[in-house]
């Protein structure tokens, strides 16, 4: 298989990927096997992220050049008080990660699915949850939240910027991540010697859209 193919894979980890709420589990590893995410429906503090406009691009790159692809948010919510974000919860299926041509059954993608890369019959979930906002202005926001990746949480921090109107939430955000905290060392220059032309760049960026509605 092209090894450079395979940076087209890495970059969906996030794939758990933009707000939610929760404490970090640093470190641990977690056999979930179940979404996690309980939506608080009909909560007039809770606005439901529609999947369907809602997306996740991801880069990432290796000696010849960049490679990119989808993620999809399969359930999620953010609380907004006195229209101000405040916490909120979003999760992705792993086993709807797609390249950039979006396919998802091709002998790259499955081999992504496996143990080898996220293991997804273990952890079929990514997450991303909220622990505090701060507001810039009234567009920008800096979050925090707890990223769980293979069952392993750290904390990140990244810039967001939202429009409320019309009962309509819409946020777009950056997140830019070092993989081998959550044990995605493949062809990692800090793990593996000699790689050369075959090496894969440690970080990973996320191009996050977020829409949210009543």
């Known amino acids: ?8 894979c890495l970059i969906l980890i996030i794939a758990p990927l933009f707000f939610g709420c929760g404490a970090p589990v640093t470190g641990e590893n977690k056999n979930a096997s179940a979404s996690s995410i309980s939506l608080h429906i009909g909560d007039e503090k809770y606005f439901i992220i529609d999947t369907k406009e809602s997306v996740v691009a991801w880069k990432g790159s290796s000696v010849p050049g960049n490679h990119e692809g989808y993620a999809y948010i399969s359930k999620g919510e953010l609380m907004i008080e006195n229209g101000q974000l405040m916490g909120g919860t979003v999760e992705i299926e792993m086993n709807k990660i797609e390249g950039h041509d979006h396919s998802r059954d ?3 993608i499955n081999h992504l699915k496996g143990p080898d890369f996220f293991d997804v019959k273990k952890f079929p979930f990514s997450t991303i949850a909220i622990s505090s906002v701060a507001s810039i202005n009234v567009e920008d926001k800096e979050i925090t939240g707890n990223l769980t990746i293979k069952g ?3 904390p990140v921090t990244f810039p967001v910027k939202m429009e409320m109107k019309d009962g309509i939430v819409k946020a777009s955000g950056k997140l830019v991540i070092d993989r081998t905290l959550w044990d995605v060392r493949y062809k990692s220059g800090k793990f593996f010697d000699n790689l050369k032309d075959q090496a894969i760049a440690d970080s990973i960026e996320f191009n996050i859209k977020v829409v949210a509605k009543k």
């Open 106 to 108: 091709n002998g790259l």
């Open 152 to 154: 392993i949480t750290h």
């Open 1 to 8: 298989m092209n090894n450079n193919l395979y940076a087209t």
